[in-house]
T-cell receptor
């Protein structure tokens, strides 16, 4: 069965520092991978997605992620964070079946950017 | 603008009462989903529907019910059988069918509390 593990529940970082949020998945089939961001009391916003092709995926707000098939990882990175990046981040893998599908989410990583 | 509208934003339930959360989308998506979010537990799938007049149970369907009479609408009823309903509820939708990658888009959520 597919599963997603986000290795850090909380990541504190200073403004303008680089950050990496780690995500590992398990899947026996081809995968589609996603990162979502959630600001307090709001829904989830799609940050970026890996569907096929280049393993380095660029998203909104200066974030990027790298798909590593051999390590079954999809880590999210940003070279320089801002206070406004403070939010919860969710990694997800898509399970496709019978012309439909569903997402399996990780537990979330709370990114806290300090001045 | 196309999107997903959830209402109300806040909802209070009395003991023994059923309450219904609304989810409407104008993205022309076939598939719709309901998730429950609790602190530190990520998102858990309650129900999903790939097409009108059809829906399936997710991982935590007990105490909940849904209907899908229109493509645009997927209301969720939290019944009195759900003993711990306090949570943040998120609705999502996606394109369905052959080739779909299950990219889900989310509403802003409804926060349900018990009086």
């Amino acid at each position: 069965a597919q599963s997603v593990t986000q290795l850090d529940s909380q990541v504190p970082v200073f403004e303008e520092a680089p950050v990496e949020l780690r995500c590992n998945y398990s899947s026996s089939v081809s995968v589609y991978l996603f990162w979502y961001v959630q600001y307090p009391n709001q829904g989830l916003q799609l940050l970026l997605k890996y569907l096929s092709g280049s393993t380095l995926v660029k998203g909104i707000n200066g974030f990027e992620a790298e798909f590593n098939k051999s390590q079954t990882s999809f880590h999210l990175r940003k070279p320089s964070v801002h206070i406004s990046d403070t939010a919860e981040y969710f990694c997800a893998v898509s399970v496709i079946y019978n012309q439909g599908g569903k997402l399996i989410f990780g537990q979330g990583t709370e990114l806290s950017v300090k001045p | 603008d196309g999107g997903i509208t959830q209402s109300p934003k806040y909802l209070f339930r009395k003991e023994g009462q059923n309450v219904t959360l609304s989810c409407e989308q104008n993205l022309n998506h076939d598939a719709m989903y309901w998730y429950r979010q609790d602190p530190g537990q990520g998102l858990r799938l309650i129900y999903y529907s790939q097409i009108v007049n059809d829906f399936q149970k997710g991982d935590i369907a007990e105490g909940y019910s849904v209907s899908r009479e229109k493509k645009e609408s997927f209301p969720l009823t939290v019944t009195s059988a759900q003993k711990n309903p306090t949570a943040f509820y998120l609705c999502a939708s996606s394109i369905s069918g052959i080739g779909a990658k299950n990219i889900q888009y989310f509403g802003a959520g409804t926060r349900l509390s018990v009086l």
